[in-house]
């Protein structure tokens, strides 16, 4: 399911955030937008998951105008401790979307029991989430993201607050999810390192206000993916250089 945008733009009230923005997504890929602090990165994560109405241009999802939250929608956000209801076990919490489908609630537990199982919690079920490291936490969060089966993930620096060990490790888990569920993917992060390791393609945007893509860089690596392997080389030290220059601005 291919996601467009065509000259998208958003204001708060006089004050211009984002500019002209005109992506085609194509179904699959998984797609990485950086930009210095302040540019609007967030604020088009909200506005493609139809959180806030674009105020300029429009945006479609398999050819239909997101004027709504759509559906097979999925967000995963930052703050993963406050997207958790702490009242509610970890399997619970992940289950929890599929309430609305009217699931019995055996088989509400049974999937999410799956998922967890597949993010490397298998053993976390009866928890709560304030028993568990904010690593796991974001792994509740992931699990619950997919427990539907999106066909659109959206995800807003949902690895920013992490240390690096468990970052790299909720990298090569996003990969994994990319490559079996083939979901379109759009992961908001400023981290120029992480946007060329685990994106196909990486799009920057410039600085605030009236924010616009200054780049729009396919990334094609060797091999597979492999956190010090790949790092090394050459082709990816090119690639960050060049999104690190475009983020300056030089």
Known sequence: MKLCLDGLGQRYGDQPVLHDITLTVPEGQLLCVVGPSGCGKSTLLRTVAGLQPASEGSVTFDGTPV????????????????????????????????????????????AAQRILERVGLEGAGRRHPWQLSGGMQQRVAIARALVCRPALLLMDEPFGSLDAQTREDLEDLLLEVHRTDGATIVLVTHDIDESVYVGDRVVVLSPGPASRVVLDLPVELPGGREQIATRGLPEFVALRAEVGRAVRGS
């Open 67 to 110: 004027t709504g939250v759509p559906d097979r929608l999925a967000v995963v956000f930052q703050d993963y401790g406050r997207s958790l209801y702490p009242w509610l076990t970890v399997r619970d919490n992940v289950a929890l979307p599929l309430r609305r489908r009217g699931l019995p609630r055996a088989e509400r537990r049974s």
